[in-house]
Nanobody, 125 residues
Framework: VQLQASGGGLVQAGGSLSVSCAAS????????MGWFRQAPGKEREFVAA????????NYADSVKGRFTISRDNAKNTVYLRMNSLKPEDTAVYYC???????????????????WGQGTLVTVSS
């Protein structure tokens, strides 16, 4: 299984950015996907998740109302649209695919078994 994240970069506070993650090696459409992030000196934290069908989503309180997760099963790709970015959103963003198929939008990192290489998002003040 390979997850290739892309789209990170530098943006000013209040701006927007989208990151994407292309998956291969697993039946993407059957698995929940998640986005996590890790800021310098901090532990990895949950950001957003989407169920296998796309019918259910879950967000960390810190990003709710600003970030949107979506997926395109035909392209084996999951997206994270980030609006109203804040300096505290600066982190390496990782996508992950769930261990088991047909699950919900899971926030627990332990329920994911493959992770992308991460893409850096930097928000300047």
């Amino acid at each position: 299984v390979q997850l290739q994240a892309s789209g990170g970069g530098l943006v000013q506070a209040g701006g927007s950015l989208s990151v994407s993650c292309a998956a291969s090696g697993r039946a993407f459409s059957k698995y929940s996907m998640g986005w996590f992030r890790q800021a310098p000196g901090k532990e990895r934290e949950f950001v957003a998740a989407i169920s296998w069908s796309g019918g259910s989503t879950n967000y960390a309180d810190s990003v709710k109302g600003r970030f949107t997760i979506s997926r395109d099963n035909a392209k084996n790709t999951v997206y994270l649209r980030m609006n109203s970015l804040k300096p505290e959103d600066t982190a390496v963003y990782y996508c992950a695919i769930a261990k088991a198929p047909y699950g919900g939008a899971r926030y627990q990192g332990g329920l994911y078994d493959y992770w992308g290489q991460g893409t850096l998002v930097t928000v300047s003040s």
